[in-house]
């Protein structure tokens, strides 16, 4: 995504210009549907942050899902990483590896000035009081397939519509995109 320099320095400008939302630090949700450039994005401002001299930390929430059916209880995972860093305490995620299919050990964040949370689920009602900015990224639904495909091989296929049902179901019921505060488009090639 070239553009993700570019739209890093206007979500860090975003979350740095907002008051601190989880304890002394501020949280960036970077949610979209699968593919469409969330990882990048989340990398780029990890790194404008770096240039910066702000301490951050990206999440990635496919560490978290519990295997193919896991998006739906990905809210309650989140507010059981982020209460604890809300109070100034390190919090703790279950990581789950997908070669295993299960989880396999858990992770420990510890406070930082900014915590940018990525994956689909990301604007999840649940920790909602607890974003300084949430930001929606977006491509053409084959675009994002064929990227989630070349990603995740071709075992992502087979399991593409029930993953996609689930986004839609959790998107309807979060409404992240109408409560963005910014929307990227992510269809600029990688």
Excluded: N
């Excluded at 450039?37 to 999440?59: D, E, F, I």
């Excluded at 193919?68 to 995972?77: A, D, F, R, S, V």
């Excluded at 990581?95 to 994956?119: I, N, S």
Aim: net charge negative; charged share 25%.
């Amino acid at each position: 995504m070239p553009g993700a320099p570019r739209a890093a320095e206007q979500v860090l400008d975003l979350a740095l210009s907002r008051p601190a939302t989880l304890g002394a630090g501020r949280l960036v949700l970077v949610d979209g549907p699968s593919g469409a450039g969330k990882t990048t994005l989340a990398a780029a401002v990890a790194a404008a942050a770096a240039v910066r001299g702000v301490a951050s930390q990206v999440v990635h929430l496919d560490a978290m899902y519990d295997g193919w059916e896991g998006l739906p209880g990905i809210g309650c995972q989140l507010l059981a990483l982020l209460a604890p860093l809300a109070e100034g305490r390190a919090g703790t995620y279950r990581r789950y590896d997908w070669v295993a299919g299960r989880y396999a050990g858990t992770e420990t964040v510890e406070p930082v000035d900014l915590l940018v949370v990525e994956g689909v689920g990301a604007a999840a009602g649940a920790v909602a009081h607890l974003g300084t900015a949430l930001v929606w990224v977006d491509a053409p639904r084959e675009l994002r397939r064929r990227r989630g495909v070349q990603r995740d091989g071709p075992s992502y296929e087979a399991v593409w519509e029930r993953w996609e049902a689930s986004e839609a179901e959790t998107f309807a019921r979060d409404r992240g995109r109408e409560r963005a505060d910014l929307v990227v488009d992510g269809t600029a090639s990688r």
